[in-house]
């Protein structure tokens, strides 16, 4: 039973491009967060989503930032027109149901703006 | 919204030692879980514990939620157990997203 999968592991990309990060749930489960982790620090929330729903984005900022998790493939997090701020290791989770007991989170991805 | 407070930030220790951690938070809480990020970044999900004990060999873990704190016992520590440690916790009607704390960093040396 495979974990959380995210990729790419790492992402380098120049300013004003787009990034788009993307998570693969555990088997079973149809709720996924992201959340963000800048250096020195510990994670942010930034989205809860279930297929096809968003939830909560109460984390997510307000301009470039938008995430989906459609009814087949992975949930996508996109970033456009990142600037050098967006640099941060970006992780996903997810659980079977709402009401979360333990969380499993994927190995995350590494975005460097240039 | 709810406040996580973990101490110490910095922990050093030889490999043997046995270590306390401490999470403190603000209010009450559904759900408290402690996790491990090894230096390859990789989080390890170690407890679930809303409230009680629990133990996973050499560690362990209390949550006193009445009083707001959660502590994680490592004992005969290992180089291996090195890395941050970080508690987080889902606030009464917070919607399932977990608060982080800011971590301890622990390093055992040999």
């Known amino acids: 039973n495979a974990g959380v999968m995210q990729n790419p592991r790492h992402l380098v990309r120049r300013r004003g491009q787009e990034a788009r990060l993307r998570c693969s749930p555990m088997k079973g489960h149809s709720h996924v967060y992201w959340y963000r982790q800048l250096p020195e620090e510990g994670l942010k929330f930034m989205v809860y989503l279930q297929k096809e729903n968003i939830i909560d984005e109460s984390g997510m900022p307000k301009e470039r930032f938008s995430a989906e998790f459609p009814k087949e493939g992975p949930s996508i997090l996109r970033i456009q027109q990142v600037v050098r701020g967006d640099s941060a290791a970006y992780f996903c989770?997810?659980?079977?149901?709402?009401?979360?007991?333990?969380?499993?989170f994927g190995s995350g991805t590494q975005l460097s703006v240039l | 919204g709810i406040q996580v407070e973990q101490s110490p930030p910095d922990l050093i220790l030889q490999e043997g030692a046995n270590s306390t951690l401490r999470c403190n938070f603000s209010?009450?809480?559904?759900?408290l879980q402690w996790f491990h990020q090894n230096p390859w970044g990789q989080l390890i999900n170690l407890f679930y514990?809303?409230?009680g004990t629990k133990q996973n060999g050499r560690l362990s873990a209390t949550t006193v939620a009445t009083e707001r704190y959660s502590l994680l016992y490592i004992s005969s520590s290992q180089t291996t157990d090195s890395g941050v440690y970080f508690c987080a916790v889902d606030g009464a009607g917070a919607n399932s997203k977990l608060t982080f704390g800011k971590g301890i960093t622990l390093s055992v040396r040999p």
């Open positions: 514990i809303p409230s």
């Open positions: 209010d009450s809480v559904n759900n």
């Open positions: 989770a997810s659980s079977r149901d709402r009401g979360i007991e333990k969380l499993f």
